[in-house]
Nanobody, 124 residues
Framework: QVQLVESGGGLVQAGGSLRLSCAAS????????MGWFRQAPGKEREFVAY????????YYADSVKDRFTISRDNAKNTVYLQMNSLKPEDTAVYYC?????????????????WGQGTQVTVSS
């Protein structure tokens, strides 16, 4: 069983930045890709970014490309999401998740363990 705990959310003005963290329990963190998803009120949970097991491969949704950066520190069992140039449409609950394999994907049904989420609110 893997437990994931997100932190770093909050209220920020448009154009601002936030850094989300996701701390994972268990010895196998470095064996799996990790992803970030988000869910706005009344909307489906959507893909944001993923990173491969080693950190060597990353992939982003078009809506966040060039603004968000995903990274991981396997020594700390932690994955990060640096969010810059935030927009009101980025407002959502952000979730990290563990992929079933080493390389990751954008498909949420391939993610096995999920955190409880952290709220990000961007004011205009």
């Amino acid at each position: 069983q893997v437990q994931l705990v997100e932190s770093g959310g909050g209220l920020v003005q448009a154009g601002g930045s936030l850094r989300l963290s996701c701390a994972a329990s268990g010895p196998t963190f470095s064996s799996y890709a990790m992803g970030w998803f988000r869910q706005a009120p009344g909307k489906e949970r959507e893909f944001v970014a993923y990173i491969s097991w080693s950190g060597g491969n990353t992939y982003y949704a078009d809506s966040v490309k060039d603004r968000f950066t995903i990274s991981r520190d396997n020594a700390k069992n932690t994955v990060y999401l640096q969010m810059n140039s935030l927009k009101p449409e980025d407002t959502a609950v952000y979730y990290c998740a563990t992929h079933e394999g080493r390389w990751g994907s954008r498909w949420k049904n391939e993610y096995v363990y999920w955190g409880q989420g952290t709220q990000v609110t961007v004011s205009s």
